[in-house]
């Protein structure tokens, strides 16, 4: 692991017109670390993504990489830097197959012709390093079940040999063992050495997988929590603004009736 963050923010704020989505954020990813990104609907989490990942410019604070200021004024510019970012839609070709999609837009050619054997062998390294189980790299993308389509759009954000993997909701809409694979696959890129930010709703997804909890309520920090310490009411607490909620009246009946 590196001394300091790979990626921090200092003091970013956006704003939309008279909306303003975020407000003096302060945030840091470590590699070899993954770090969950958690609030409610409209707390300002896809907003910083996308000023990550150079969709949106800050309209104040700094980015820093590796512990200098940068700016992203686009997505280029972020990818450039070792940033790779995984959306919900994934954005995968159904009628290409597993080597189409990893390669999309980066295929490798030798005498100005598609070097389709070298993709194909270097789709199946990737593919094994990961641990990632496919029929084969030749099937079509549309045959694929939903947990597999997730990690090879993961598996493609790592072609350019990222630093830093951003994973917005990864196992929304994914079954019990789908979501399986999936956050193996996060505690593998763990492993690997990459920073992992992880922006999710499931709960018990974060709990899983997560170093720490970043919380965003209403734009702005609202704590940051180290998940071997915390407690999953702890940080709901966090995330509505109030140490009263159904989660922990529940926990409180449950410690009342165990008395």
Partial sequence: MTAGPVLALRGVSKRFGAVQ?????????????????????????????????GVHQPDDGVIEWEGRPVTVHRPQDAQNLGVATVYQDLALCDNLDVVGNLFLGRELTRFGVLDEVAMEKR???????LSIRIPSVRIPIASLSGGQRQVVAIARSLIGSPKVVLLDEPTAALGVEQTAQ???????LRDQGLAVLLISHNMADVMA?????????LGRNNGVFARRSTTQEEIISAITGATDNAVTRRQARGTEGSA
């Fill in 123 to 129: 789709s199946r390294a990737l593919l094994d390093t």
């Fill in 21 to 53: 989505a975020l407000t003096d954020i302060q945030l840091e990813v470590t590699a070899g670390e993954v770090l969950a990104l958690v609030g409610d609907n409209g707390a300002g989490k896809s907003t910083l993504i996308k000023a990550i990942a």
């Fill in 209 to 217: 997988v997560a170093d720490r909890v970043a919380v965003l309520r």
């Fill in 182 to 188: 999936v956050l193996d696959l996060v505690e593998r």
